[in-house]
């Protein structure tokens, strides 16, 4: 279990970093890993855009960011247990 938090807060560190200091070079990725969510989202109903500037993005509202979070901390932590299980002891109950 240690291990997956470790590898969990790791992951979403990372992904924090990429979005608040977006490198030239992902930035496409980035973008899209924050907008790609949303639209499936907003395609469902949830306000999940703030209102735009004229000729602009809309940025993702308050709604949308945790949104986002939740995704992919939720998308993280699966691929945390994917990558612990081996070093997991399985417990005989």
């Keep these: 279990m240690r291990l997956r938090l470790v590898l969990w807060v790791s992951?979403?560190?990372l992904q924090l970093l990429a979005t608040v200091f977006?490198?030239?070079a992902i930035a496409p990725a980035v973008g899209g890993s924050i907008y790609a969510?949303?639209?499936v989202l907003r395609a469902?109903?949830?306000p999940v855009f703030a209102r735009?500037?004229?000729g602009g993005w809309a940025a993702p509202s308050l709604l949308g960011w945790i949104a986002v979070a939740a995704i992919w901390a939720a998308v993280w932590?699966?691929?945390a247990s994917l990558v612990s299980r081996p070093w997991v002891k399985k417990r005989i109950a």
């Design 11 to 13: 992951l979403l560190t």
């Design 22 to 24: 977006i490198p030239d």
């Design 37 to 39: 969510p949303l639209m």
């Design 44 to 46: 469902l109903g949830l």
């Design 52 to 54: 735009g500037k004229s």
């Design 77 to 79: 932590w699966g691929v």
